[in-house]
């Protein structure tokens, strides 16, 4: 039954109920999707007394308490009987959600209407009462206001046939006729003054009975959604709509960007039919609806715009700073607010173990958008619609086919189960914007043509060049990576892959240690896929060497003369030929040209306590200082910051210190969790620290997230500030998403769970200060991220936080409404 539009226009949407049995709570959808700026009533009957009522629903909406009635006279267990009502609902899709707490029966009714006040919309008190007989009665109350919503509930301690009281409609009866035990009724008072709710039994029971009134809205505007983000393109647009409640005339509104009516070119346009189309200026932009017929009254959205135009590789830059100062939606407000939550997930073939990348505007089908790029261990990688629920998905090419298939763990030399269920691509691929190209290194075994029989098949690590709009090889490719004493079985593809003037960079280290292994970086001509050198860590013809280049999936990084960073793991040392446990330095053709090697490193190596475990940050030079003019930070699991001078030294010179056997020659040690760690081969830091401000973000394994000031070339100690929680096995690679330098936001992603099936925890914390946390996803339910994966990397783009996963990426961020 639809209430007709009466004295401020309330009427029924829609309703529902459920008769839940015995639970403690129970879920509920609408059948349509609700309206911005509606009300939705919950009424509810346990079959206890002394239940106490909790109302959630998937919109976040707040609900508040108009009745919770104990019962007693339905013996012997009593009922308990509620009125719940949420204001200016958010639009969209909605699961209603009551719980109790003592199990027994739970029955209730949801429903929906328009035309109800948006705020303090309750009009007295409620009023109860309870009997036995065959006339339920609330009792009266009284009202302020004409148009109000009278709201009733009825319970009877036995199945019975209900008949509404007079003026008033039975909405919902659970169960249904003859056997209710629950009524919701309604009506419209006309004028204000005193009001009950009654009904008629079938016979005489024991019964309770409850009415709330609602005020009726005044003249006012709603408009949906209330917050959106785009890119800066005329191509992508956002639909507002504006609902007017009681417009006498049906005058509608007049549109508004940043209190200029239609907008402007900067700050975007807007049609009269609400349709905005982002301007020059990125940033937070205000959009008012205001009544014609009183311009008094109004209600304004934001539309946040962004400039970014893609984040096109691991750790957001050459430099792996881990920032991205183009973010205008996510700010530490919102993201600690209700608004903020799981968006929705799309589904990958494998483990995604690269960090998802994202371009802006670009064309594809013809169609415009903001694309999400996704590559999994079970060699395919994935173009979907970054910002689509229904997960549309524009292309999928897989490098797999007849007698082509992925590497199992047991495929390894030595059983190792570093990775598993499967091994196909693993690093982060790298987007070359220009050209529209990722490109993409997969692994794979092979069992065709006379050089691989199935009783010794090939493995295969191929460099891929794919058309990012189309999912097609480009420049003649792939190319298969080879080297001379380069086992492709052996060798483990696990840094993210780093493009910088022209040249691709891809390195190896090894599947655990499974001798005979090195640490191996490529480079390879972008245009034309040409290897263009290639470079050992150790010597590979002798030995088991090691110093393989693994940096917990960081890629290599590059300072502004193309010079290209790695850090190697544990293995032989002698300064000419094996370089294990170091930072190296490479010109951008791949000479090397300096090191850094710590003066314990036999320790370390002994104990398999890899510097090779965190990858290198390239700092920027206004941090730094006359002595020491260009600064790096590396680390690993000794979980010390070492910073360095990366200068260019003179020739036989060096400025990174090399290796003494005493000392260590660097520019600053930092520790931030004493003792650093020299015996525990899984502790310390894995991944890269992050940078944004003046500030390093940096965590390991059972070590709390620890901000440090850098400033004239130097850490401040001791941190500003740390996380009140810690990270758990594997540690955590920091992220930072802000608005330039304010509203900073430090994203971290929990994946303990990647030994099983536990779901990531997204974190996020205030970047001015990380004792302060914003946010932190669910580890079960709905709102959870997918299961975890080691290593991985949240991307940040465009209002929404993307988290990979086990055969699945999970997309956070604000809800619309």
């Known amino acids: 039954t639809n209430l007709a539009p009466t004295i401020g226009g309330t009427t029924l949407v829609q309703h529902t109920s459920k008769d839940a049995g015995t639970t403690t709570s129970s879920s509920l959808a609408f059948n349509l999707n609700n309206t911005t700026g509606n009300w939705i009533a919950v009424v509810i009957r346990a079959g206890r007394s002394g239940q106490v009522f909790t109302v959630t629903d998937s919109r976040r909406n707040t609900y508040h308490q108009a009745v919770q009635f104990n019962v007693t006279v339905d013996g012997p267990n009593g009922d308990t009987l509620g009125i719940f009502y949420a204001e200016n609902i958010a639009g969209g899709a909605n699961t209603i959600t009551v719980s109790d707490t003592i199990s027994g029966t739970l029955r209730f009714a949801i429903l929906e209407y328009s035309g109800v006040a948006l705020a303090n919309s309750m009009d007295g008190t409620a009023a109860t ?126 549109w508004s960007v940043d209190n200029n009516n239609g907008g402007t070119a900067t700050s975007g346009t807007i049609s009269t039919a609400g349709l905005y189309t982002p301007g020059s200026l ?132 030595n059983g190792a189960t570093d990775l598993i269920p499967e091994i196909g691509i693993t690093s982060t691929p790298v987007i070359d914007a220009a050209t529209k190209t990722i490109y993409v290194v997969a692994k794979t075994k092979e069992t065709i043509g006379t050089g691989c029989p199935m009783a010794s098949p090939c493995y295969v690590n191929r460099l891929h060049a794919l058309d990012v709009t189309t999912g097609a090889e480009k420049f003649g490719g792939p190319v298969v990576i080879s080297a001379t004493n380069f086992d ?207 500030n390093i973000y940096t965590t390991g394994q059972n070590y709390p997230l620890s901000q440090f000031t850098i400033a004239s070339g130097s850490i401040l100690t001791p941190a500003f500030a740390v996380s009140t929680n810690t990270f758990p096995p594997r540690g955590a690679t920091p992220s930072v998403s802000a608005s330039g330098t304010i509203n900073g936001v430090v994203w971290v992603l929990d994946i303990s769970g990647w030994t099983g099936t536990g779901s990531a925890v997204l974190y996020a914390y205030d970047a001015t200060n990380v004792a302060n946390m914003l946010y932190s996803s669910p580890a079960s339910g709905t709102a959870a991220a997918g299961a975890a994966v080691k290593f991985t990397v949240p991307t940040v783009a465009n209002g929404k936080v993307y988290v990979p996963g086990q055969s699945t990426v999970s997309v956070f961020g604000l809800l619309p409404n």
């Open 282 to 413: 990125p940033g937070v932009h205000t959009i008012t609806a205001t009544s014609v017929a009183n311009a008094a009254v109004s209600a304004s959205s934001s539309v946040a715009v962004t400039d970014l135009a893609g984040v096109y590789m691991h750790h957001n830059d050459v430099q792996r700073t881990g920032q991205n100062l183009q973010e205008y939606a996510l700010t530490p407000a919102n993201v600690g607010s209700s608004a903020f939550t799981k968006l929705f997930s799309c589904p990958t073939d494998g483990y995604v173990y690269a960090q998802p990348l994202w371009v802006a505007n670009l064309t594809v089908g013809g169609v415009n958008r903001n694309v999400l790029f996704l590559a999994t261990e079970h060699d395919s990688v994935y173009a979907y619609d970054a910002d689509s629920p229904s997960c549309i998905l524009l292309w999928k090419t897989s490098f797999l086919g007849t007698n082509v298939t992925t590497m199992s763990w047991q495929d390894t030399v």
């Open 488 to 694: 492709s079985r052996r060798h483990f593809n696990r840094p993210a892959l780093l493009l910088n003037n022209g040249t691709v960079y891809v390195a190896f280290g090894s599947h655990a240690d499974g001798c005979n292994w090195q640490g191996w970086l490529f480079g390879y001509d972008a245009a034309s896929l040409t290897q263009k050198f290639v470079q050992a860590t150790a010597d590979p013809t002798s030995g088991c060497n090691g110093a393989a280049i693994w940096d917990g999936g960081a890629g290599p990084a590059s300072d502004a003369s193309g010079n290209v960073y790695v850090i190697t793991g544990n293995g032989t040392y002698n300064g000419t030929t094996n370089f294990s446990e170091s930072t190296l330095k490479y010109s951008p053709s791949g000479t090397l040209l300096d090191w850094f090697t710590p003066f314990n490193r036999s320790v370390l190596d002994a104990n398999d306590v890899d510097m090779g475990s965190a990858g290198v940050l390239i700092l920027p030079d206004s941090v730094a200082s006359a002595a020491h003019p260009h600064l790096a930070l590396a680390t690993g699991k000794i979980d010390i910051l070492y910073l360095l001078d990366i200068s260019q030294p003179g020739p036989g010179q060096t400025t990174m210190g090399k290796f003494n056997s005493t000392t260590n020659n660097d520019v600053q040690e930092v520790i931030p969790v004493p003792p650093p760690n020299t015996t525990l081969s899984d502790g310390g830091n894995y991944g890269v620290p992050a940078f944004w401000n003046g």
């Open 129 to 254: 009462a309870q009997g036995i007989s065959a006339s339920p009665n609330s009792g009266n109350l009284t009202t302020t206001a004409s148009g109000d919503l009278l709201l009733g509930a009825n319970l009877t301690g036995n199945p019975t046939s209900f008949t509404a009281g007079s003026g008033y409609s039975v909405e919902e009866a659970v169960p249904a006729k003859p056997n209710t035990k629950l009524i919701a009724e309604d009506q419209i008072q006309l004028a204000a003054g005193t009001a009950s709710a009654s009904a008629l039994l079938g016979a005489s029971d024991s019964w309770a009975a409850a009415l709330a009134a609602f005020k009726s809205v005044s003249l006012n505007v709603a408009v949906s959604p209330r917050r959106a983000a785009v890119t800066m393109s005329a191509l992508q647009t956002v639909q507002f709509t504006a609902t007017v409640f009681n417009d006498p005339s049906n005058s509608g509104v007049v």
